[in-house]
Nanobody
Framework: QVQLVESGGGLVQAGGSLRLSCAAS????????MGWFRQAPGKEREFVAA???????NVADSVKDRFTVSRDNAKNMVYLQMNSLKPEDTAVYYC???????????????WGQGTQVTVSS
């Protein structure tokens, strides 16, 4: 069992930056692949980025030039650095844990409660 808590969301102007954090707890938390997803109002939850225990990662093409995913296994933390934010990045961002580095949301059995990111124009 893994528990996940996101933080770092907020209101930012277009062009600004935010860093989201996800704290994972549980005996084997550091061994899981960790993913970031987002869901805007009226839209499907979509994959943003994921990172394996090894550091191997996958970032969605739509944000690849602006977002970076990283993790600190010693602290059981995962981060999503978001730069050059756009109004269309506005969404609730979720942290999730999986046994494999996958992009499909159904591959993640553990989810945090989400953190709101709002980008104003």
């Amino acid at each position: 069992q893994v528990q996940l808590v996101e933080s770092g969301g907020g209101l930012v102007q277009a062009g600004g930056s935010l860093r989201l954090s996800c704290a994972a707890s549980g005996r084997t938390a550091s061994s899981y692949a960790m993913g970031w997803f987002r869901q805007a109002p009226g839209k499907e939850r979509e994959f943003v980025a994921a990172i394996a225990w090894s550091g191997a990662n996958n970032v969605a093409d739509s944000v690849k030039d602006r977002f970076t995913v990283s993790r600190d296994n010693a602290k059981n933390m995962v981060y999503l650095q978001m730069n050059s934010l756009k109004p269309e990045d506005t969404a609730v961002y979720y942290c999730a844990a999986s046994s494999a580095l996958v992009v499909q949301r159904y591959g993640y059995p553990y989810w945090g409660q989400g953190t709101q990111v709002t980008v104003s124009s």
